[in-house]
């Protein structure tokens, strides 16, 4: 099973643990939400896997999306996630280990059109963070 990391405009191969945390790191940790600084992060396991989230490292992720076989899954999460979570639910992911999925409910999404509407997806799931966030 291939694994296939991509953090924003970078694209790892193969990444461990290590990787996975590192690569959340290095993540611009400095322009917030306010100063357009967003994220997307998906974790590929072989072609029809991934894992989806949009957010920042110290401001929040604000979502999580699972695809398998073409069927996209949307986590409901009340508040943000932080980066040590979300980094541990990658490393989960990365390693085969689903019990993460356990500790949300899951809403089914509409039926995906690609790796396009993934990526909107998770931008939207970040959109509606962001709009939580300056309601508070």
Do not use: C
């Amino acid at each position: 099973m291939a694994l296939t990391l991509h953090v924003d405009d970078r694209k790892i191969e193969e990444p461990d643990r290590a990787a996975i945390a590192r690569e959340f790191a290095a993540i611009d940790q400095t322009t917030g939400f306010r100063g357009g600084g967003l994220s997307l992060v998906i974790l590929t396991r072989g072609e029809d896997d991934s894992l989806t989230t949009a957010g920042h490292p110290v401001e929040g992720w604000g979502g999580v999306i699972r695809e398998v076989k073409g069927v996209n899954r949307g986590a409901k999460i009340s508040g943000s996630l932080t980066q040590e979570k979300i980094i541990q639910i990658f490393q989960s992911f990365a390693r085969g280990d689903d019990l993460w999925e356990k500790e949300f409910e899951w809403n089914n999404l509409e039926k995906p059109g690609g790796w396009r509407i993934v990526i909107w997806l998770g931008v939207l799931l970040a959109v509606i963070f962001l709009v939580r966030k300056y309601l508070k």
